[in-house]
């Protein structure tokens, strides 16, 4: 629960999935809980049509939860062209539709061959051109091909955001130069995470989002349990840390930031 000094620490939590089935028994009580920690806002995030359907869904039953829609790399081989049509023809003109993706490069897991994975992402880049949209970016293990394929294929028009990251302080000057802001996840909080650390003291602070990624990646003091979008905190506190900021200082950026991101009219 917020303690009185907290009370003006409201958060954004840029990127969960709460469509995930680890979510399907409690989620009413997650939610709750993010709101009990001053998260107002959440964005939820689809990978394939199913889980942008059940998204939808979620968007549609609680006010403060918005979606972002479109196929992770991890599914790239899985999803054709029509089922990407479908959820851009029968799905992403819905009014809490805030986003496209989260798309990109994984070669890290590789579970879609790369050359599909490549296909797909610029595809989808050209997706949330069509739409307006700006784009929610995917990138493990490929960030040269990443910047690449932006670049070519002209991302800079809607802009977006690197969905987390985990890049060096170059990586970080060339996205934001093509207008995408850097979202941070939990994994600030990880005593191995001095890397990121190093780049989060660098960024220039009207470009930073926090997210949680949950069910993934719980940050300090939750490290290896599900992850929840009021677990946002704790990023939030890691970087006002960092910066030698109040938490209320964070929290004031980053849900300005991301209200910017998403043009989310009113948070």
Known sequence: MLTENQEKSLLVDTHAH???????????????????????????????????????????????????????????????EGDL????????????????????????????????????????????????????IHSRQATEET???????????????????????KAAEKYLEMGFYISIPGVITFKGAQGLREVVKKLPLEWILVETDAPFLAPVPHRGKRNEPAYVRFTAETIAEIRKLTLSEVASITTDNARRAFNLDKL
């Open 147 to 169: 910047l690449k394929i932006l670049q070519e294929e002209r991302a800079w028009e809607v802009g977006g955001v690197i969905h987390c990251f985990s890049a060096d302080k």
């Open 85 to 136: 049509a479908y959820i851009k023809e029968d799905m992403a003109h819905h009014e809490k539709v805030k986003a496209w993706g989260e798309i990109g490069l994984d070669f890290y897991r590789n579970l879609s061959p790369p050359e599909t994975q490549r296909e797909r992402f610029r595809q989808q880049i050209n997706i949330g051109r069509e739409l307006k949209l700006p784009l929610v």
């Open 18 to 80: 709460l469509e995930m089935p680890v979510f399907k028994r409690d989620l009413p009580l997650v939610i709750q809980r993010a709101k009990d920690e001053g998260v107002t806002t959440i964005l939820t995030v689809g990978i394939d049509p199913e889980s942008c359907r059940r998204t939808l869904e979620i968007t549609e039953a609680y006010k403060e939860i918005f979606a972002i829609l479109g196929v992770h790399p991890h599914h790239a081989a899985e999803v054709q």
